[in-house]
Each structure stands twice: as structure tokens, then as C-alpha cells.
């Protein structure tokens, strides 16, 4: 008995070495719209499939979601079911706040960045609070310059490899209400195609915002980004969508610019606790 609690204390102890073995890290985020570029070329031949869907993370839904629940417990009619009057009159909005419901459905438009509470751990990936983000001097300079930020969150994340690592979901901005017969999406820096929009699977399919995509961060000896994000824009009597699609190697600590004709990325990836 003893031999076989001493070989369960080994396997525990060299578990949680492998674990803080793993190097972990955050990144900060900011995306903006551009301002308005003059006319671009437009090339209707090529038809943009939609995203793939495989190993996607929701945690910015998550967050504003939790963002939506937290607003009606305050009280926002926006996010409080409109026949619960008894309740209103009461005051008593716990009861009516169910955290299972669709809040993100219920934003015209997100904020800028998800309410989550702090966290300091290495166990699994995480959303940071906005406290713990840097950047809200370059989210002033933006609006200086007449820029418009969308987006300003981050994460905590191990080292992982390509296959392991997950999509971490994007959505930010005003929700585009259905029906969407079609969209012109940009492609690249200079040129447009006809497509058709891609679901968001998560929560309501029907549900659409300014911006959605996935962002993934792998380790390979460096660090590897992969973006991919669509923004949503009206131009006339149309819905177009500008595709940003990059692959960026990068080291910690250095601030990058991810550049695109509509769309802005900012970012950094800092390491945390090595």
C-alpha cells in the first residue's frame, strides 16, 4: 500500500512540473476600422469560400456574454426579458438575469472590450480583465488620429503547437441584422470578390457583427500568428466584407501591426511568469 501511494505521489509531483514547464503568455489586441480609402479595384471572378470552423475557442463570446448578464443585473432594459414587469417594479433583477441567455444576441453593438473578472493562472486559457491591458494610450491615439477602435481585449495562452493550439474566436463591433442576401468581400489589398457570409455557429447562427474571424497563436520556436478576420461595412446599398488573412512570425515583447485598406490590427504577446 505505501509503494503504491509513494508511485501516485511521483506521478502527481512530476505532473505538476510538466505543467509549470510549459511556458505561458498574453497578448493584447486592438482592431480598428481605417479610414476611408479611395477606390479600389474590384475583381468579381474570384468567390471567397467562409472560414473553416475547426477547433474554434468562443472566449470573447464568452465574455460578452458575461458582459450582457452583468449589464442586467444593473438594470439595462436593453438585456432584461420586456415581460417581466413585476420583477422590474421590484427591483429584484437577479431573478430574471438568467446567465444561460443569448445576451450577445441582445448588443446593437459590442463593446469595446468583455467584462471578465481578473485571473492570475496557468490552468487553462483565459480572457484578460481591463486592467490588465496596456494599450489604452494607443486606443486614445487612434481616436486622435479619427480612427475607429472596435476591439481592445487579450488572453492568456501556454505554448502550444500548431495542431494543438485553438481559433480563438473574434467578434467585435455593430451586429448587421439578417437577412444578408450577399456580401462583396475584399480580398487582399486590392481587390473585391462575391460571396456568400459565414455562419457564426456559436449561440445564434443568424447573429452577424462588424467584425468576426479567428486568431491562433502557435509556438515553433518562435511565436506564429494566423489571422484571419472579416470586417463588415456598407458601401451604398451593399454589405461588403474586407478579408484580412496573414501568417506573422513574431517575438515577444515587440508591438506589430497587422495592416489592411479597412482594417487595423495592433498586438503583442508578452510572456507571463517566465
Known amino acids: 500500500m505505501k509503494i503504491i ?9 512530476a505532473s ?15 482592431a480598428f476600422e481605417q479610414a476611408s480609402a479611395n477606390a479600389l479595384k474590384e475583381d468579381f471572378s474570384i468567390e471567397l469560400t467562409p472560414l473553416p470552423r475547426k477547433n474554434i475557442k468562443p ?26 414587469i413585476k420583477a422590474l417594479t421590484q427591483g429584484n433583477y437577479s431573478t430574471i438575469c438568467n446567465p444561460d441567455v443569448d445576451y450577445v444576441a441582445k448588443f446593437d453593438e459590442l463593446p469595446l472590450t468583455p467584462r ?18 496596456n494599450f489604452t494610450n494607443k486606443i486614445n491615439e487612434l481616436k486622435r488620429k479619427g480612427l475607429n477602435p472596435i476591439l481592445h481585449t487579450g488572453w492568456r495562452f501556454p505554448e502550444q503547437s500548431k495542431r494543438r493550439a485553438p481559433n480563438i474566436e473574434i467578434i467585435a463591433g455593430k451586429q448587421h441584422k439578417p437577412p444578408l442576401s450577399y456580401t462583396v468581400t475584399q480580398s487582399g489589398d486590392s ?13 445564434n447562427p443568424q447573429v452577424h457583427f462588424q467584425l468576426e474571424g479567428q486568431i491562433k497563436i502557435h509556438v515553433r520556436h518562435y ?34 501591426y497587422l495592416d489592411h485598406p479597412k482594417l487595423g490590427v495592433i498586438f503583442q504577446i508578452r510572456k507571463y511568469k517566465h
Open 5 to 13: 501511494k509513494s508511485i501516485s505521489l511521483l506521478v502527481a509531483l
Open 16 to 30: 505538476s512540473q510538466y505543467a509549470h514547464a510549459v511556458r505561458w503568455f498574453e497578448v493584447e489586441i486592438i
Open 59 to 84: 472566449l470573447l463570446l464568452e465574455g460578452f456574454n458575461n458582459t450582457g448578464h452583468q449589464l442586467c443585473l444593473q438594470g439595462s432594459e436593453q438585456f432584461i426579458e420586456p415581460n417581466l
Open 116 to 133: 471578465v473578472e481578473p485571473q492570475e493562472h496557468m490552468n487553462a486559457i483565459y480572457l484578460l480583465d481591463k486592467t490588465q491591458l
Open 191 to 203: 481587390f473585391s470578390a462575391l460571396t456568400h457570409p459565414f455562419d457564426v455557429e456559436a449561440h
Open 223 to 256: 511565436l506564429y500568428v494566423t489571422t484571419n478576420l472579416d470586417l463588415r461595412y456598407e458601401e451604398g446599398q451593399d454589405t461588403r466584407t474586407a478579408r484580412m488573412s496573414q501568417y506573422t512570425r513574431v517575438y515577444s515583447g515587440d508591438i506589430h
